[in-house]
């Protein structure tokens, strides 16, 4: 019975240490085949992020180039000369003696960009007083009819800029004020004259101005016995050439 019983004991020992080998085996296969898997799916993932970062664009690249068309535009430009000379015509509005046709001459010299210094010279002539119209008589010569004037004034461009005609034309132009002094001779006599206004020049071409002015010839007369300060109204218009 003994012996029976030992003969069973040494073959289920035989027994599970081959199960216990065969178990052991297919762990170290699944684990070696694991590995292997493991290995090639993460030398593919390389590959794969290899081949993305070499389409990827370079530093500094652009992925859309812009096609962007610039509208050449020829801006005037003053000379390199400073000075500017040229005639004018206009309307010069006498007090109590009606308006007239005056013409003359500007001389400027621009000391900068913002400010220039201005001589004009102008010659008009006096029609007939409301007194001389009411009682059909003169109470003034010809000559004494007759104004010159001249006076330097100081000029400020408060706004220069560029006027614009259509899409492909800009010209320089500018607004600006100007006062000074002179004198008129007007009536036989000589006055003091005190000049306030402003303009609008505007340049064709780099050498060539175009120019409109509005002023103020402040001065006393004593024609009807009592001494007044009379305001004379200039409107004018001219051209100027730069050298």
């Known amino acids: 019975m003994e012996v029976r019983i030992f003969v069973f004991l040494l073959k289920l020992a035989t027994d599970m240490s081959k199960w216990s080998c065969r178990a052991a085996l297919c762990i170290t296969l699944g684990l070696i085949v694991t590995t292997a898997v493991a ?13 993305k970062n070499s389409e990827a664009p370079l ?5 859309l180039t812009p096609k962007v068309k610039r509208n050449k535009i020829k801006v005037g430009k003053i000379d390199t000369e400073n000075f500017e000379l040229g005639p004018f015509a206009g309307l010069y509005s006498i007090e109590d003696f009606g308006s007239s046709l005056v013409v003359g001459a500007r001389f400027a010299w621009h000391l900068s960009e ?20 009411l009682l059909g008589r003169e109470f003034f010569t010809e000559e004494d009819r007759e104004l010159t004037y001249y006076n330097a004034l100081f000029g400020f461009n408060f706004l220069p800029g560029e006027a614009f005609i259509g899409s492909n034309w800009a010209y320089v132009n500018a607004l600006y004020l100007v006062a000074g002094a ?50 004379n109204m ?5 051209f100027t050439i730069f050298f």
Do not use: C, P
């Open 182 to 231: 002179g004198n008129t001779t007007f009536g036989g006599d000589d006055r003091f004259t005190v000049v306030g206004g402003f303009g609008y020049r505007f340049l064709v071409t780099d050498w060539l101005a175009a120019h409109v002015d509005f002023k103020d010839h402040m001065f006393k007369t004593d024609f009807f016995g009592e001494e007044k300060t009379t305001h």
């Open 114 to 133: 913002s400010f220039f210094v201005e001589g004009n010279y102008g010659q008009t002539k006096g029609g007939e007083t409301s007194a001389e119209t």
């Open 234 to 238: 200039e409107i004018q218009g001219g």
């Open 59 to 63: 530093e500094g690249d652009q992925l």
């Open 39 to 51: 290995a090639e799916d993460e030398a593919v993932g390389k590959k794969s992020l290899g081949d």
